[in-house]
């Protein structure tokens, strides 16, 4: 290989890192949106399902990356990603014990911190672009998931949290996508058919997440969108 072309190939690279560094929510928003649509299509098929954790593992990697940390903080962040990715690669189960309700805690923890330093940059610009309302859609998607994580916490700790209609559902121990189903069906104010919340906690939770979910649409993500000025072809240029 010549040095022209090992020049070119490593131009071309860079050009490719360069264009995801630039639209970094939204390849983070096109990842969440897949995962959420994907969900359902491989629960139930081992090995399709452990390589989909294994790319949410690699997701979760890539919005370590996308909230652009000092190195002060990226080696805390790095340390809750690895029971956050245990989480994510091991299949939930409502029934399992303390090793399993810890690693969807740090899981949360981290998801959280995430959300957090993602709002401080979307609430922080002065001046809204595309990348910021993604980033915004971004938060509003991981907060889904992270209340799926909290309502499976508590389905773990008490298994009778929730009742699954059998009308509905085949199965009666909420698995996972129960969980996100529940959480993002509650957050838009769908309501969850075949879910109900039993306990005080479930529905206090339940009721938390259909707030937010309300008052984040009607306040930042309309804000967001209102100061929006697409950029002149000066600008483009």
Not at 24 to 45: G, M, Q, R
Not at 136 to 153: E, N, P
Request: aromatic share 14%; charged share 15%.
């Amino acid at each position: 290989m010549s040095l022209a072309q090992a020049s070119q190939r490593a131009s071309a690279h860079l050009k490719k890192a360069s264009v995801i560094a630039e639209h970094k929510f939204f390849v983070l928003f096109l990842y969440l949106l897949a995962t959420l649509v994907l969900y359902p299509y491989v629960e139930d098929k081992p090995v399709a399902y452990l390589i989909f954790r294994f790319f949410g593992g690699a997701g979760m990697l890539f919005a370590v990356y996308a909230i652009n940390l000092r190195r002060t903080l990226l080696f805390f962040v790095l340390l809750l990603a690895i029971p956050a990715e245990w989480h994510h690669i091991v299949q939930f189960r409502a029934e399992a014990g303390a090793v399993s309700i810890l690693g969807i805690v740090l899981s949360f923890v981290f998801d959280t911190f995430i959300v957090v330093v993602i709002f401080r940059r979307v609430i922080l610009e002065a001046q809204p672009n595309s990348e910021t309302i993604l980033g915004a859609l971004c938060i509003y998607l991981l907060v889904g998931f992270s209340f799926a994580s909290i309502f499976g916490m508590v389905a773990a700790l008490e298994p009778r949290a929730f009742y699954l209609d059998p009308l509905v559902n085949a199965h009666a121990i909420p698995r996972r996508f129960d969980m996100v189903y529940y959480s993002f069906a509650t957050m838009t104010s769908l309501g969850a058919v075949g879910i109900t919340p039993v306990s005080d906690q479930a529905r206090s939770l339940s009721v938390i997440e259909a707030t937010i979910g309300v008052l984040y649409l009607a306040v930042l993500i309309a804000r967001l969108v209102s100061g929006y000025r697409p950029p002149s072809a000066v600008e483009r240029d």
